[in-house]
């Protein structure tokens, strides 16, 4: 099965900092990589498919590349509401796999 | 707008069967476009896909939990329904049901709200 390793797991960032999570895949996924917003007591938001593609109505400072094995997340100026945890999620070979989440707070 | 909506018992017994129903509104089930999932996250951790499946009762399990997991579906209802045989502890989480888009790297676009099961005597 493929492994996905998210990083780091917990980050401090100002507002209006650029921040950056990544993602590694342990085999080549091509584009198959999704990416989630997940608030306290909520269920998760899908925020980027197709490792790049904005979800409609998701805000444009949310944005996603990498193909193969390498993905990126970013957020471009980081609001007060984009506090929460951020997972991406893999499709290969019939099976889904989530990564272990980043977690984003106000410094 | 597509809702979806978990349901079933908040409370298991070790060793019996986690039953629950994920009723869709907003939408046909039976449209060709989509999977059904369930996902699971125990309180204070991540993700984990549990399985899924296709209208015409296709389906694909976490191998993890294949051994114990039965998911169906019921067109008439517009509902899928779990089960989970055997659980522990270990399986106490918070359960939701989410549209599948397989078409777009099996993304999930909607979910239910969430449904936590605690297993215990």
């Known amino acids: 099965d493929i492994q996905m390793t998210q990083s780091p797991s917990s980050l401090s960032a100002s507002v209006g900092d650029r921040v950056t999570i990544t993602c590694q895949a342990s085999?080549?996924?091509?584009?198959?990589l999704n990416w989630y917003q997940q608030k306290p007591g909520k269920a998760p938001k899908l925020l980027i498919y197709?490792?790049?593609n904005l979800e409609t109505g998701v805000p444009s400072r949310f944005s996603g590349s990498g193909s193969g094995t390498d993905f990126t997340f970013t957020i471009s100026s980081l609001q007060p509401e984009d506090i929460a945890t951020y997972y991406c999620?893999?499709?290969?070979?019939?099976?889904?796999?989530f990564g272990g989440g980043t977690k984003v707070e106000i410094k | 707008q597509v809702q979806l909506q978990e349901s079933g018992p908040g409370l298991v017994k070790p060793s019996q069967t986690l039953s629950l129903t994920c009723t869709v509104s907003?939408?046909?089930?039976?449209?060709?476009?989509?999977?059904w999932s369930w996902i699971r996250q125990p309180a204070g951790k991540g993700l984990e896909w549990i399985g899924r499946?296709?209208?015409?009762?296709?389906?694909n399990y976490n191998p993890s939990l294949k051994s114990r997991v039965t998911i169906s579906v019921d067109t008439s209802k517009n509902q899928f329904s779990l089960k989970l045989s055997s659980v522990t502890a270990a399986d106490t989480a918070v359960y939701y049901c989410?549209?599948?888009?397989?078409?777009?790297?099996?993304?999930?676009?909607?979910w239910g709200q969430g449904t936590l099961v605690t297993v215990s005597s």
């Open positions: 989410a549209r599948d888009l397989y078409y777009a790297s099996n993304a999930f676009d909607y």
């Open positions: 907003g939408g046909s089930i039976s449209s060709g476009s989509y999977y």
């Open positions: 499946i296709y209208t015409s009762g296709s389906t």
């Open positions: 085999q080549d996924i091509s584009n198959y």
């Open positions: 197709d490792a790049s």
């Open positions: 999620q893999q499709y290969d070979n019939l099976h889904l796999t």
